[in-house]
């Protein structure tokens, strides 16, 4: 079974467990957020799992998910794996079959977050531009990257 699945039954349990994945990732990466920023966040997050085109998971053998990526308009709109399976290409893996299988060639990174940064610098992307502030209006700036 191939590890990388594009999800078409976005039912409520995978949600959730798309939802944890997120909040743990996020705590162990965005250290600039607090815990109600996270809060803030959880309703957007849920609304972007159902509502995105492209949500793709990449899922162990035993059939729960390790980490996901959303695709909008050739744009990832969201990355992210589960802290325990960090270090294994599972980001890597599903970012090349975006750029491969859905033609995607941007994302946006929160410019507090270098890790991100370097890890999509990595895989060929660049920086174009700057915002000094998210989607939401809020003071976290966004670097603007490309293939």
Request: proline content about 6%; hydrophobic content about 40%.
């Amino acid at each position: 079974m191939n590890p990388i699945q594009e999800i078409t039954d976005r039912n409520q349990t995978l949600s959730q467990e798309l939802l944890v994945i997120w909040e743990n990732a996020l705590r162990a990466t965005h250290l600039f957020l607090t815990p109600q920023d996270i809060e803030d966040l959880r309703p957007l997050v849920l609304q972007g799992i159902a509502e995105i085109r492209h949500l793709i998971t990449y899922t162990h053998p035993e059939g729960h998910p390790l980490g996901f990526i959303g695709i909008q308009d050739q744009k990832i709109e969201m990355l992210f794996v589960d802290p325990a399976a960090r270090g294994q290409g599972i980001g890597k893996e599903l970012v090349m079959y975006a750029i491969h299988a859905l033609n995607v060639h941007s994302v946006d990174v929160n410019e507090d977050n270098p890790q991100a940064a370097g890890f999509y610098e990595h895989l060929g992307f660049r920086v174009y531009s700057r915002s000094e502030q998210d989607e939401q209006g809020k003071p976290w700036p966004i670097l603007h990257m490309r293939l």
